[in-house]
């Protein structure tokens, strides 16, 4: 078999930790039953595991397990923030949130304004960040909700969301964050973050795919949702559906993990994004670093490379698995709407590169990343 490419597109999904998988194997084929089917043991001890998976996942993110709703990810969580809180407060209902929000928040916004709820998308500066002082000014008398992403999955610029928050309590509105890509190395404690709703998702931080949770803040009073999924009132009606146990296991599992490692972890991808950049900008001219310069994810590295096509440049690319904008709307191949918004021309965000760094890289694979890079620009660039 060929070698593979070095992985570095963690923004995308993460490969399962092993510990991971070890803990979800017996709830395939030996721990099977149904969580909601409990008057046998294959059902409680179903119910358990996901009982403990639900206070991992609380654990990790400071929040209590009522809090956390299990969804399929963190699309459905965020739609079911939405579309939930918007249908609950009626026609005239208003959304505030900002153009570097991910498609699972920008897609559901713009179908709520088709049917007729009032949507403002604010702008952001040139480093993705929204400015507090600008929801603020939005927020109007028919806000019900703001959504602003804590992490952005394409430049890792990460957003402050205690002043944001604190003007939503100020203003009486709700606050939902997609914290996505914050979990696996920024401390959460939903506690003491003026947030209301938060989206996370298990595959972006060495869980399985396809399953996540919204995080619904149950200590000022009960937050009022439309379920989207309905057919047998689990998850506290907000989210019908037999309970992916083995996912939801995982899911724990890599929470707890986490918490462990998160800070290691962090430390570890900094450094390896930092000789990441490093070496490119010893080696090449002409690099525009995309992101906030210290407000940012550690193991992000987002660079636009002037001079050069952006499609030849990924193709090129052969030792490397890498992304250009969000992997997550890459079937589309117009420019990244992050970096737009950002500022970057169309040839710029075309000619840029997104290094996802992610717990199973080493030293040497960010050697070889660099190398590879270096040798492809300097190659379309004929020089
Ligand atoms: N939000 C962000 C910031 C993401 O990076 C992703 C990734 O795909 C999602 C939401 C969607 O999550 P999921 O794949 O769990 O639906």
């Not at 079911?80 to 570097?100: F, H, I, N, P």
């Not at 800070?263 to 995309?290: F, H, K, P, V």
Request: net charge neutral.
């Amino acid at each position: 078999m060929a070698e593979q490419p070095v992985y570095l597109d963690n923004h995308a999904t993460t490969r399962v930790d092993p510990r991971v998988l070890q803990e979800m194997l017996p709830y395939f084929c030996e721990e099977y039953g149904n969580p909601a089917s409990i008057s046998h043991s294959y059902g409680t001890r179903a119910a358990e595991a996901v009982e403990q998976a639900r206070q991992q996942v609380a654990d990790c993110v400071g929040a209590s397990p009522r809090e956390v709703i299990f969804t399929s990810g963190a699309t459905e969580a965020s739609n079911l923030a939405l579309r939930g809180v918007l249908q609950a407060a009626g026609a005239g209902a208003g959304l505030v949130t900002d153009a570097a929000e991910h498609r699972a928040v920008l897609d559901p916004a713009r179908k709520l304004k088709r049917q007729g709820f009032h949507l403002t998308v604010l702008p952001v500066d040139a480093t993705g960040r929204l400015d507090p002082a600008q929801v603020a000014t939005a927020i109007t008398s028919e806000t019900t909700l703001v959504s602003v992403i804590l992490a952005s999955n394409e430049v890792g610029t990460l957003n402050d969301l205690a002043a944001i928050g604190a003007i939503c309590r100020e203003r009486g509105v709700l606050l939902h964050t997609d914290a996505v890509q914050a979990v696996g190395t920024v401390p959460i404690d939903f506690r003491s973050l003026p947030v209301d709703l938060l989206s996370l998702s298990a595959h972006k931080f060495y869980g399985p795919k396809g399953t996540g949770a919204l995080i619904v803040r149950r200590d000022r009073g009960r937050i009022r949702l439309v379920s989207q999924i309905d057919g047998g009132g689990h998850e506290q009606q907000l989210r019908s559906g037999t309970l992916a146990v083995p996912l939801i296991v995982g899911f724990g599992a890599a929470c707890q993990l986490v918490q462990a490692e998160r800070e290691a972890d962090a430390a570890r991808l900094g450094s390896l994004r930092d000789d990441l950049w490093r070496r490119l900008q010893q080696e090449l001219d002409g690099l525009w670093l995309n992101g906030h310069p210290e407000y940012r994810l550690p193991g992000n590295l987002n660079v636009s490379f002037e001079g050069v096509d952006g499609d030849a440049l990924l193709a090129g690319l052969k030792r490397i698995a890498v992304s250009s904008g969000s992997a997550c709307t890459s079937h589309n191949p117009e420019p990244s709407h992050v970096l737009r918004a950002m500022g970057r021309s169309d040839t710029l965000t075309r000619a840029s590169l997104r290094f996802g760094i992610g717990r199973f890289n080493t030293p040497a694979e960010i050697e070889l990343a660099a190398a590879e890079v270096v040798e492809t620009v300097r190659r379309l660039r004929g020089k």
